[in-house]
């Protein structure tokens, strides 16, 4: 059974950093197209960073290149998002995704998904 996992969410202030972890069980990144996507109550899903399987392509989404860093640990078997220079935009609850090999820029596309972790950004 697919797990993604995320934590590291919480409150920062406009400025700061933080790092986000997704941590999957049931799939190995080394084979996994990974995705992180941030939605706000009201509207819809939005594309954040997307890394494919060998970590060699990454995409981001164009308002956030360069604040937004997406990476991964093979050995923890866990992808990350590192956020910096937040903004009150940002606040957002973000969700992990998970599909085979490519990265993708598609929620529709992923096959698994996490439960979400809260950040919420101050100004």
């Known amino acids: 059974q697919v797990q993604l996992v995320e934590s590291g969410g919480g409150l920062a202030q406009a400025g700061g950093s933080l790092r986000l972890s997704c941590a999957a069980t049931?799939?190995?990144?080394?084979?996994?197209?990974m995705g992180w996507f941030r939605q706000v109550p009201g509207l819809e899903r939005e594309f954040v960073a997307t890394?494919?399987?060998?970590?060699?392509?990454?995409i981001y989404a164009n308002s956030l290149k360069g604040r937004f860093t997406i990476s991964k640990d093979y050995v923890k078997n866990t992808v990350y998002l590192q956020m910096n220079s937040l903004k009150p935009e940002d606040t957002a609850v973000y969700y992990c995704?998970?599909?085979?090999?490519?990265?993708?820029?598609?929620?529709?596309?992923?096959?698994?998904w996490g439960q979400g972790t809260q950040v919420t950004v101050s100004s």
């Open positions: 995704a998970a599909r085979a090999w490519d990265s993708s820029r598609y929620a529709g596309q992923y096959e698994y």
């Open positions: 049931g799939l190995t990144i080394g084979r996994s197209g």
């Open positions: 890394i494919d399987w060998s970590g060699g392509s990454t």
